[in-house]
């Protein structure tokens, strides 16, 4: 099973769902919406945890994610680090060459699927991101 995900993009975006909620200090949670590299398929963080790292909806960024120890309730979980301060255009251009076509990997199975996307997940293209 993949442990680490050295290096994708993602758009954050403010998680949009009936299930989504405040957390302790009334932030609601991020998600982060894969553009290029590998990306576990478990990609929301709290909007406290968010904010402390400085990431901001609307923006892209370069991450990495590390594999914690597991949930019990939750299953397996992951801290994302921004390895970058918000990207242009041209340099999600530049990375997106580099770090190869989106992967959104399933953490559940040990297999990695490369056309896996989870239902109710849509791709973020391009376009949308550099407009």
């Not at 982060?32 to 790292?53: C, D, H, Y």
């Not at 990997?105 to 896996?116: A, K, N, Q, S, Y």
């Amino acid at each position: 099973m993949k442990k680490n995900f050295d290096g994708f993009i993602a758009k954050v975006e403010m998680l949009k769902s009936e299930k989504a909620s405040e957390d302790k200090n009334g932030l609601y949670p991020v998600i982060l919406l894969g553009i290029a590299g590998e990306i576990p398929n478990r990609s929301v963080i709290s909007g406290t945890f968010a904010q402390n790292m400085g990431i901001e909806s609307g923006n892209v960024y370069l991450f990495q994610a590390t594999e914690q120890a597991e949930d019990a309730i939750y299953g397996r979980k992951f801290t994302f680090m921004p390895i970058s301060k918000s990207l242009s255009a041209v340099e999600v251009l530049q990375a997106k060459q580099y770090l190869g076509k989106l992967k959104i990997v399933d953490v559940e199975f040990e297999d990695v699927d490369p056309d896996f996307v989870p239902d109710g997940i849509k791709h973020v293209s391009l376009e949308s991101v550099i407009s």
